[in-house]
């Protein structure tokens, strides 16, 4: 049966229990080695709580959408929560309910930092809107960890370092529902980044950011056109498919976003091993098709 929820996304339910103690020892470890006196926090997207139950605790908070034109956005923000390091059980209370709340929905991170939660927040805010060249300000969504997942191969190291600045160390729950520690910068953000230098994304950087977000729009745009070809199970291996599909486009300079959909609707429709069919493949190197209209031919060779 397919997914009733509107919004798709293509991760799997961790282990929660598994989860949580594994959690809770890393960070309590990592905090009782660390060479300074490091804070823990938890990181969550408010935006996937965005008409369902938002996550409400007594923790510290702190959002990132707080100042300017983000008020305005603040009940969907980015959400700093400060956890309780020196308690084992109340650490433990308190990773279990975000863990157990977050399950299956890609925004829970867990963050150590010199810093108190405001000046976390404070400095996380300097890197909420991205310039890029000959546009408006793109918005980073950091805290979602689909985007944090691929940030270390996407920005450039000065720019990962820049992100990076303010923590010791990140985790994030990835696609698998595994805890998974993201990359330390292989630069200092004071000799390669100005602190106060605005965080800025090359063309390069954006690209390689939208490249890696297609296999997700692919997906979602599939949940709301046919969501009865949308798998409730193996959403590992569903992402994994999507992705292969955009590379296949990439690879054919297939820039029209309606072609990549059908080459995607016809992955599912007539399975992954025809996206590597000689009549596939002799159809997209020949791109005899007006753009935007590659599903007609697609269509044609399943006859």
């Not at 956005?73 to 990773?95: F, K, M, N, R, W």
């Not at 992402?239 to 599909?245: D, I, P, Y």
Request: net charge negative; charged share 20%; proline share 7%.
């Amino acid at each position: 049966m397919p997914p009733s929820n509107k919004n798709y996304y293509a991760v799997e339910s961790p282990d929660k229990l598994s989860l949580v103690t594994q959690v809770v020892d890393t960070v309590t470890s990592v905090c009782r080695l660390a060479e300074v006196d490091v804070n823990a926090y938890a990181l969550i997207d408010m935006a996937f709580d965005h008409g369902a139950s938002h996550f409400r605790t007594r923790q510290l908070t702190e959002r990132l959408y707080a100042e300017d034109r983000w008020k305005q956005l603040a009940e969907v923000s980015p959400t700093l929560i400060q956890l309780s390091v020196g308690d084992q059980v109340a650490l433990h209370q308190q990773v279990e309910r975000l863990v157990f709340h977050c399950a299956r929905r890609p925004m829970l991170s867990f963050l150590l930092s010199p810093m108190t939660i405001v000046e976390l927040a404070q400095t996380w805010r300097l890197c909420i809107a991205a310039e890029v060249p000959g546009t408006e300000p793109m918005l980073l969504r950091f805290a979602d960890t689909r985007v944090a997942e691929v940030l270390p191969k996407c920005l450039t190291p000065a720019n990962w370092s820049f992100l990076c600045r303010p923590l010791e160390q990140w985790w994030i729950i990835d696609r698998a529902g595994s805890l998974l520690q993201q990359p330390r910068p292989s630069c200092a953000p004071e000799t390669e980044h100005p602190v106060n230098h605005n965080f800025a994304l090359s063309d390069d950087e954006l690209e390689r950011l939208v490249h890696a977000g297609l296999p997700d729009a692919l997906i979602q745009t599939m949940c709301d056109q046919l969501p009865e070809m949308v798998p409730d199970q193996d959403r590992l291996g569903y992402h994994a498919l999507m992705k292969k599909v955009v590379d296949l486009a990439e690879e054919h300079s297939i820039d029209s976003y309606p072609d990549t959909y059908a080459l995607a609707v016809f992955s599912v429709v007539a399975g992954e091993e025809a996206l590597s069919e000689a009549s596939t493949i002799d159809l997209l190197k020949a791109k005899a098709w007006p753009s935007g209209q590659l599903a007609k031919k697609l269509t044609e060779i399943m006859l």
